[in-house]
């Protein structure tokens, strides 16, 4: 199976290089795998992630995702590679002046997507995350765990090929947290979506195989 990232040499540092934060790490993953990611506070879990949706450009190494070279990307290509993919962020980052179902289909809507079709992927989706009844409220009429998993639909909305997830159930009871395990689990297993999520703990529930790389002492290791 191909490689869907890749990275050679790694290098991400922060001011102007003189922060190295990982320092020449070297790992690939293929198409459909699922990884988490764990390691100390601080050790640059955030960071890596940054680097793999191009807000962080290497220092040093490649870092190729979907067959494009982060290190050294247009700002055109950029924007077409995250068209696929689905970022999901621990403060959820919902528009707050927009409904719960216009925050859902935004990748939809920067497509071009007819408005028809973001009718009914909207509904789609909030059926998924269990929110179909608050598609017309606003994010911050949601509990904490609610908002993230309208994060997680609107992540999902285009059936991205990697899904790039920073401590998506941080800090959220155990319902919303198993709804997200599984949505994810499951576009990893019947879409092949490749999943990478950073988290302090792997959850027990957890039913897929999956890897294991921990980020310590600058150096992205993979635990077998
Ligand atoms: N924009 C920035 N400029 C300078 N340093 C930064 C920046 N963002 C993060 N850092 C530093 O980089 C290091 C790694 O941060 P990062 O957020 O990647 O860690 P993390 O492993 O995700 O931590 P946590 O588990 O606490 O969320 C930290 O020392 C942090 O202070």
Known sequence: MSNVINASHLTLAYDDGKKEIIKNAGFSIKKGEFVFITGPSGSGKSTLLKALYGALKPT?????????????????????LRTHLGIIFQDYKLVNEWTVAKNVVLPLMIAGYSVDVQNTQAQRLLKHVKLSEHADK???????GEQQRVGVARALAKNPVVILADE?????????????????????????????????????????????????????????
Request: charged share 20%; aromatic share 8%.
């Open 60 to 80: 040093e190494g490649n870092l190729i995702v979907g067959g494009l070279d982060l290190a050294n990307i247009s700002t055109g290509k950029l924007q077409e």
């Open 138 to 144: 606003f994010p911050l009429e949601l509990s904490g």
């Open 168 to 224: 998506p159930t941080g800090n959220l009871d155990d319902y919303s947290s198993n709804v997200i395990w599984d949505l994810m689990e499951n576009a990893c297993q019947q879409l092949e979506t490749t999943v990478l999520v950073v988290t302090h703990k792997i959850p027990t529930i957890f039913s897929l195989p999956y890897r294991h790389f921990i980020i310590e002492s600058k150096g992205v290791y993979e635990v077998h």
